[in-house]
């Protein structure tokens, strides 16, 4: 079978909607139609049925779209595999969160200018689920992101994911302020992400509190300076020094983590470049 048609049915089954597969795929609905058709054809099997004024995917269509993320996968290694320059060259788009970008990314850069000039990193700033859809519209080829451990992600099939590192967070909160206080303040959360407000409430409901979200914002140099402002408590790495008048509070009942990953598509690692700087982040 046509592995551009199977990729239509990956992309049905990611999307839900022919006409979203059609504006993924830089085609019209009446092709993406049409070549499903002959997919279906070829399979000698029913892939999708009406469902409405849309179409569903078929219990065989499911079970081929399964099967078609590991071909897909198999087939990208392949030709990889195949690459006669091999050698690690090229541009790699990275999409990460600012603190992964900084702790392990710029360090990864300076190797790289020193070692692999002919690799060159395009870096671009942004949360899990951005870097995310990053990644499935093909538009970076690594994606750094994180989860907490009160808070995890499941990743799907269609990506590898690599751990990287785990950080103990603790609670920011002005100095001289207790645990037992700090529960009453105003709560402080990130403003494109809702991880830590989840663990924020996992920790109220495991101490008998309801924690008031008031402020979000995504830079944690700004939580630092709301927290001095008076303006509530938030979570802050727990290994950072932070400026004067805040005190990050241990968390042990339970201990929070945030754990950071390497997230690729499926079937790109072996690319030299990817290799080449994945192994760097986990080294």
Sequence with gaps: METRRLRLLVELARLGSMREVAEEMGLTTSTVSQQLAILARDTGAALVEPDGRRVRLTPAGRRL?????????????????????????GELRV?????????????????????HPRVRLLIHEHEPFEAFALLDGDDVDLALTYDYNLAPVAFPDRYETRALWTVPWGLAVPAGTTLADAWERDWIVNSRNTADEEVARTLASLNGFT?????????LDLVQDLIVAGLGVGLLPADETVVAGIEVL?????AVELRAYAVN????????????VVGLLRS
Excluded at 69 to 86: G, Y
Excluded at 211 to 219: A, E, K, T
Excluded at 250 to 254: D, E, G
Excluded at 265 to 276: E, F, N, V, Y
């Design 265 to 276: 598509r499926r079937g790109r690692t072996a690319w030299p470049p990817l290799a080449l």
């Design 250 to 254: 241990p968390l042990r009942a339970p």
């Design 211 to 219: 924690p008031r979200i008031v402020h979000r914002c995504d830079s």
């Design 65 to 89: 779209a399964a099967h078609g993320v590991t071909i897909l996968a198999a087939v990208e290694a392949a030709r990889l595999d195949l690459d006669p320059s091999a050698s690690p060259a």
């Design 95 to 115: 999409a990460g969160f600012a603190t992964a970008i900084r702790r392990t990314l710029l360090p990864a850069q300076a190797r790289l200018a020193r070692d």
